[in-house]
């Protein structure tokens, strides 16, 4: 949605975030309409050196720090720490993702600027949160995959355990930090003080998991790695074709009939091995024998619009590339375009929640570094 629209319009946030999880999280609240600062040392976020580059910028600097404003402030110079303070006394939101400590030792901790300005929501992400043992580890995308289970449950069976193929701790920590966010704006509504939020990746991660969840806490299972088949339901997964490969998920005896009926096994639906959800589950060795062989002579296109006839859900799994430039993708204005100084125009992710009656796109591109310095410094953007 265009700048200065949206549910978020007027709302100001201080950005101290680097990286991925803190400029994703704030990247999707100038997403919705706040005006986001973007706080950076005089050497920039560290993903304005990482690639894949353009035209000497950084397409992950720009994917995650979309409608933002940069601002060069050395927290190290005391002067430079008094503009910070000056901010965040006028910001309705900070965000830092410093490990436990560091803002306070700057002088820029919740319990400083919050003294200055009570309304102020103040949230510090981080990869183990403000307690616990682990409070002041380094956390990366593979350390939480890792140290969550969702690595240990993903792979084959048979084999070892695989990453997740994009870096979902950081990702999850965002979403969660920004869903708190706009939570404790909604309080300060009815209180009129701010809030201290405290969200950790590993927690968040750990939350995106309600399937391993239940089986621990509620079953007291020890979940184990089920390749790319779902781990409670069958036919649930991808298969090959002559050509190709397609997932199907089957969740229900109607389903299940529709699905024995388009390839060709309508007796299977009667097969007592088969007679409920669990039952199949426990024996998809045969069924994915019996998929495979309807399948081989089939490229994937065609078994994907046989089962779809028959209402079974069922895709052919496709490329990133394939997935962001489809149709769908394009009709969802999933990604629209902005305008940068130096890259001219490029097409950046966008939140991904429709608002009645806002137009998506129009928005600003990721800054420069220290492109608004000079007028927020001065004082001339109304926040001081």
């Keep these: ?18 990286v991925l999880a803190g400029p994703y999280a704030t990247a999707l609240l100038a997403d919705l309409g706040a005006d986001v600062i973007k706080v950076e040392g005089p050497q920039g976020d560290e993903y304005r050196h990482v690639g894949p580059f353009r035209d000497g910028e950084s397409a992950l600097f720009q994917t995650v720090n979309r409608g933002k404003r940069s601002v060069v402030l050395d927290l190290k110079d005391p002067r430079d720490v008094a503009v910070a303070r000056d901010l965040a006394a006028a910001a309705d939101v900070v965000v830092e993702n410093f490990r436990p400590g560091v803002m306070a030792r700057l002088g820029l901790g919740a319990e400083a600027l919050m003294a200055a300005n009570p309304k102020l929501v103040y949230a510090s992400i981080s990869g183990f949160g403000q307690s616990g043992p682990n409070a002041d580890r380094p956390a990366y995308d593979i350390i939480l995959q890792a140290m969550t289970g969702l690595m240990h449950v993903t792979g084959h069976p048979d084999g070892p355990p695989t990453m997740v193929g994009e870096a979902m701790g950081d990702v999850a920590g965002g979403v969660f930090a920004t869903l708190g966010i706009v939570s404790a704006l909604l309080e300060r509504e009815r209180t009129g003080r701010g809030r201290l939020i405290d969200v950790a990746l590993h927690d968040s991660l750990a939350a995106m998991m309600p399937t391993a969840a239940a089986r621990v806490l509620i079953c007291g299972e020890n979940p184990q790695r089920s390749g790319n088949c779902h781990a409670l339901s069958a036919p649930f997964g991808v298969y090959p074709a002559g050509t190709g490969y397609f997932a199907v998920a089957v969740l229900n005896d109607h389903l299940f009939s529709a699905f024995c009926n388009v390839i060709g096994q309508p007796g299977l639906a009667a097969d007592p091995r088969f007679a409920s959800d669990t039952l199949r589950r426990a024996n998809e060795p045969a069924l994915a024998l019996a998929i495979t062989d309807w399948a081989a002579n089939l490229t994937a296109e065609a078994a994907v619009t046989r089962l779809a006839a028959a209402g079974v859900p069922a895709a052919e799994l496709t490329s990133a590339e394939a997935a962001w430039t489809s149709a769908q993708s394009v009709e969802r204005a999933l990604h629209t375009g902005v305008t940068h100084p130096a ?21 600003r591109a990721a800054p420069t570094l220290d492109q608004d310095g000079a007028a927020i410094r001065a004082g001339q953007e109304g926040w001081r």
């Excluded at 200065?4 to 975030?17: E, K, Q």
């Excluded at 125009?345 to 796109?361: C, K, N, T, Y």
């Design 1 to 18: 949605m265009k700048t200065g629209d949206g549910p978020l319009s007027g709302f100001r946030v201080l950005d101290f975030t680097r």
């Design 343 to 363: 890259i001219g125009q490029i097409s950046v992710p966008e939140q991904p929640v429709h608002f009645a009656g806002l137009a998506r796109g129009g928005r």
